[in-house]
T-cell receptor, first 113, second 114 residues
Framework: QQQVKQSPQSLIVQKGGISIINCAYE??????FPWYQQFPGKGPALLIA?????SEKKEGRFTISFNKSAKQFSLHIMDSQPGDSATYFC????????????FGKGTKLSVIP | ETGVTQTPRHLVMGMTNKKSLKCEQH?????MYWYKQSAKKPLELMFV???????ENNSVPSRFSPECPNSSHLFLHLHTLQPEDSALYLC?????????????FGPGTRLTVL
């Protein structure tokens, strides 16, 4: 019940295209959903996060869509660039102040010119 | 140095060795974390310290022993490890508040157990 399932495992997108990564969860107590971005040789860094009181949050080219009834959330990267090539992790926690983040397995995104 | 630093960046050790990983944060945070990152598996939270007190221990084997002497430094002492312990070990820190707890990660230590 603590799992967060992430798909796809890897994704190749043409420059300028839209990258979409999906996550699903079971635990209805989760109420904070961050996305982390990790470049090779670096640790993950917070990219964008959403709470379930909104269905969408946008920051620049990055958008989180949230479907509470389906217990799913997704990351959309518009106008994907080669510099977006990284591994993306979705996560969930009970409370935004929680120490415990439950992570997905990650999606390796490659944006080709 | 800024952010969260980890040393060494790479470590190869035998199963009978004893070694330590070091983490230092320069962000004035009050919480520090150890994570294990293995290929094709989710990040696994191992330990959490808040104001030097251990608040979480996620059923980690006793061959991993954390130490937090102050709010800026965190160590992970390793002894008699197994090959399956080979992974990237990430340290993180945060300024934990009731409604917000963004974790900042270091670059990790790539550990190989022979």
């Amino acid at each position: 019940q603590q799992q967060v399932k992430q798909s796809p495992q890897s994704l190749i997108v043409q420059k300028g295209g839209i990258s979409i990564i999906n996550c699903a969860y079971e635990n209805t107590a989760f109420d904070y959903f961050p996305w982390y971005q990790q470049f090779p040789g670096k640790g993950p860094a917070l990219l964008i996060a959403i709470r379930p009181d909104v269905s969408e949050k946008k920051e620049g080219r990055f958008t989180i869509s949230f479907n509470k009834s389906a217990k799913q959330f997704s990351l959309h990267i518009m106008d994907s660039q080669p510099g977006d090539s990284a591994t993306y992790f979705c996560a969930a926690s009970i409370g935004a102040g929680s120490y415990q983040l439950t992570f997905g397995k990650g999606t390796k995104l490659s944006v080709i010119p | 140095e800024t952010g969260v630093t980890q040393t060494p960046r790479h470590l190869v050790m035998g199963m009978t060795n004893k070694k330590s990983l070091k983490c230092e944060q320069h962000l004035g945070h009050n919480a520090m974390y150890w994570y294990k990152q293995s290929a094709k598996k989710p990040l696994e939270l191992m330990f959490v310290y808040n104001f030097k007190e251990q608040t979480e221990n996620n059923s980690v084997p006793s061959r991993f022993s954390p130490e937090c002497p102050n709010s800026s430094h965190l160590f992970l002492h390793l002894h008699t490890l197994q090959p399956e312990d080979s992974a990237l070990y990430l340290c993180a820190s945060s300024l934990q508040r009731e409604t917000y707890n963004e974790q900042f990660f270091g670059p990790g230590t790539r550990l190989t157990v022979l």
